[in-house]
Structures are given as structure tokens and as C-alpha cells.
């Protein structure tokens, strides 16, 4: 998997260059404590630590599906229809379903892969 198309989105991050859990949360049509159990970690801890390494790093995901679709959709309402549309890749589920289920890696590697031309 080629992760050199991971750009920094300015809509996600604070003004100091880190991801914002809020932002991401917002951009997703999630809420935080939602996010929180997506990333494994409780939502406290989450807003007590979302500067730290281990939780930038699990907001990545996020940030490279949203990288990806807003190339390919063109807008953050593009990658929010995307997000809401079932999609038969995932017995049709919506993405946003997928990621509720823990599953953003997964969501953002095959966005990549399918952004590239090998989407299995």
C-alpha cells in the first residue's frame, strides 16, 4: 500500500498542525464518543490526550480517507454523500457503518488501493 498520497488536511487539523478529534468527528458525521470507540480509547482519554502520538497517529486513518475522497468526490459534501451511500464493496453498509465498526484502517487502505487502481 503506497501511503505517499497522506497529505495534511488543513479542515482537520488545529492551528498548530495536529489533528483536532472535534473536527474529524464533525467532517465524519460522528459524534466524539463515537470516534473515541472507533480509535479504541475511551472519550475522556481521547480529550485529555489528543495531542499525544498514539492518538495523532490513530486519527491518521481518518485524516487519509479524507484525503482521498475529497480528491475524488471533489468537496467535503461529496465525501459526506460517499460516507452515507451503501456501497456493495461492503455488503452494502454504508461506509460511515464500517467505521462505526472499528474499521477505519481498513476503510482508508481500501480507499487508497482504490485510488490507485487495485481496489482488492
Same mark, same amino acid.
Given at each position: 500500500? $503506497?501511503?505517499? !498520497? +497522506?497529505?495534511?488536511?488543513?479542515?482537520? @487539523?488545529?492551528?498548530?498542525?495536529?489533528?483536532?478529534?472535534?473536527?474529524?468527528?464533525?467532517?465524519?458525521? %460522528?459524534?466524539?464518543?463515537?470516534?473515541?470507540?472507533?480509535?479504541?480509547?475511551?472519550?475522556?482519554?481521547?480529550?485529555?490526550?489528543?495531542?499525544?502520538? $498514539?492518538?495523532? !497517529? @490513530?486519527?491518521?486513518?481518518?485524516?487519509?480517507?479524507?484525503?482521498?475522497? %475529497?480528491?475524488?468526490?471533489?468537496?467535503?459534501?461529496?465525501?459526506?454523500?460517499? %460516507? +452515507? !451511500?451503501?456501497?456493495? @464493496?461492503?455488503? $452494502? +453498509?454504508?461506509?460511515?457503518?464500517?467505521?462505526?465498526?472499528?474499521?477505519?484502517?481498513?476503510?482508508? $487502505?481500501?480507499?487508497?488501493?482504490?485510488? %490507485?487502481?487495485?481496489?482488492?
Amino acid at each position: 500500500m $503506497d501511503q505517499t !498520497s +497522506h497529505q495534511p488536511l488543513e479542515q482537520l @487539523r488545529t492551528n498548530d498542525g495536529k489533528l483536532d478529534p472535534q473536527l474529524v468527528a464533525e467532517m465524519f458525521d %460522528l459524534e466524539v464518543d463515537e470516534l473515541a470507540g472507533n480509535l479504541g480509547i475511551a472519550e475522556q482519554a481521547l480529550s485529555q490526550n489528543q495531542e499525544s502520538a $498514539d492518538v495523532q !497517529s @490513530r486519527l491518521q486513518d481518518f485524516e487519509r480517507i479524507a484525503n482521498n475522497l %475529497l480528491v475524488v468526490t471533489g468537496s467535503i459534501d461529496g465525501l459526506k454523500s460517499w %460516507l +452515507h !451511500s451503501p456501497n456493495e @464493496r461492503f455488503d $452494502d +453498509h454504508t461506509p460511515l457503518e464500517v467505521l462505526k465498526l472499528g474499521k477505519a484502517k481498513l476503510l482508508a $487502505d481500501w480507499v487508497d488501493d482504490a485510488r %490507485l487502481g487495485s481496489p482488492d
